[in-house]
Nanobody, 124 residues
C-alpha cells in the first residue's frame, strides 16, 4: 500500500520559515516525478514546486520563486520543501504528490498518489 506522509506544517509569522517533509512507503520516490501542491479555501489545488524523476527538471510557481526550494533524499525516500520568507498568501494545505511520468508533473490530473496534507498558516 502506497503512503505519502507529510510533516512540518504549522503556524509561522510572516517572514518566517518552515520545512515540509514527505516520507514515502510502498513507493520508491526516485522513480516518480514528485511535487508539492497547495490548496487554500475556495481555490483550486495548484502546483507549488515539482521535480522530474531524474531531478533534471524543476518547476516553481511564479509566486514562490526565490523563496521555496524542493529537494529529495533518495536514501531516505523523502521529499522536502524548504519555505522561506513566508507570506500570508502562502497559507494553505500543502500536499505531497507523486506521478508515474517521465516528465514533470504540474497539474493535479497528472498525479497518481497524494499525501493527506499538512496545514501551513502564515499569520502574525
Amino acid at each position: 500500500q502506497v503512503q505519502l506522509v507529510e510533516s512540518g506544517g504549522g503556524l509561522v509569522q510572516p517572514g518566517g520559515s518552515l520545512r515540509l517533509s514527505c516520507a514515502g512507503s510502498g513507493i520508491t520516490l526516485r522513480h516518480y516525478s514528485v511535487g508539492w501542491f497547495r490548496q487554500a479555501p475556495g481555490t483550486k489545488r495548484e502546483a507549488v514546486a515539482s521535480l522530474s524523476s531524474s531531478d533534471e527538471y524543476k518547476y516553481y510557481t511564479e509566486s514562490v520563486k526565490g523563496r521555496f526550494t524542493i529537494s529529495r533524499d533518495n536514501d531516505k525516500n523523502t521529499l522536502y520543501l524548504q519555505m522561506n520568507i513566508l507570506k500570508p498568501e502562502d497559507t494553505a494545505i500543502y500536499y505531497c504528490a507523486a506521478a508515474a511520468i517521465t516528465t514533470i508533473a504540474t497539474t493535479p490530473e497528472e498525479i497518481d498518489y497524494w499525501g493527506q496534507g499538512t496545514q501551513v498558516t502564515v499569520s502574525s
